[in-house]
């Protein structure tokens, strides 16, 4: 009898309340470490699979460059062999825009700057020597085209761009030796002249300054 009695006591009861609030503790936390690790679980093969198509991304895109650096720009026109020789008079080029021989001393600055007027072309022929493209235009260039080039040359170091307004064609991409005629800033090759040619294999100096030189 005092057996059943020490075990129906307050004691006894509020032992038996506390092992019961134990256990459902013991139960919480189990249930609480399931969720966290499969939260973890969860997490991480999310960052694997991130990972993977962002590495994935990536090697899509190198690809696409180096296509574009190894493949023929279709439509443009290459010239060899060009002098480089500084002068401090003007020079008669062959071609319009001119796309290298001899040049004036100082470059025209072509860290992403896009001039609204008329550039010595002597300057100009000098950046393209540092490996600069030059994206010009004239009077009969579509002002949406004419703003999306901008904003393109605006991002690109390597790159300038102005009118030019006795070109025989509305838009127009220069790099030394090479040219292009694009019939609006939407046409692929634009971003293909960018890649090829920003800095590119045909550039007689790369890494000279795109800066600290002539600003209109």
């Known amino acids: 009898m005092a057996s059943a009695k020490n075990q129906n006591s307050p004691a006894a ?86 796309v290298g021989g001899n040049h004036n001393p100082v470059w025209m600055n072509c860290d ?20 600069a493209v030059w994206v010009t235009y004239n009077d009969e260039a579509p002002e949406a085209d004419v703003k999306a080039l901008a904003e393109r040359v605006g991002k690109t170091p390597y790159s300038l761009m102005s009118p030019v307004a006795d070109q025989k064609d509305p838009l127009m991409l220069s790099a030394w030796g090479k040219q292009l005629t694009v019939k609006s800033a939407t046409d692929a090759r634009v971003a293909q002249f960018f890649t090829k040619y920003v800095q590119g294999a045909q550039t007689p100096e790369p890494g000279a300054a795109c800066s600290g030189g002539v600003a209109k």
């Open 13 to 98: 009861a509020r032992r038996a309340k506390l092992e019961e609030a134990r256990r459902k503790e013991r139960a919480r936390e189990r249930r609480s470490r399931i969720i966290t690790i499969t939260a973890a679980v969860a997490v991480l093969a999310g960052l694997v699979a991130g990972g993977g198509y962002l590495m994935s991304a990536a090697d899509e895109k190198d690809k696409a460059e180096d296509q574009a650096r190894t493949s023929p720009v279709t439509g443009e026109k290459s010239w060899d062999d060009l002098t480089q020789d500084h002068v401090e008079t003007p020079v008669d080029y062959p071609m319009n825009p001119p």
């Open 112 to 131: 992403a700057d896009v001039y609204t007027e008329a550039i010595p072309n002597e300057n100009a022929v000098h950046s393209l020597e540092h490996g």
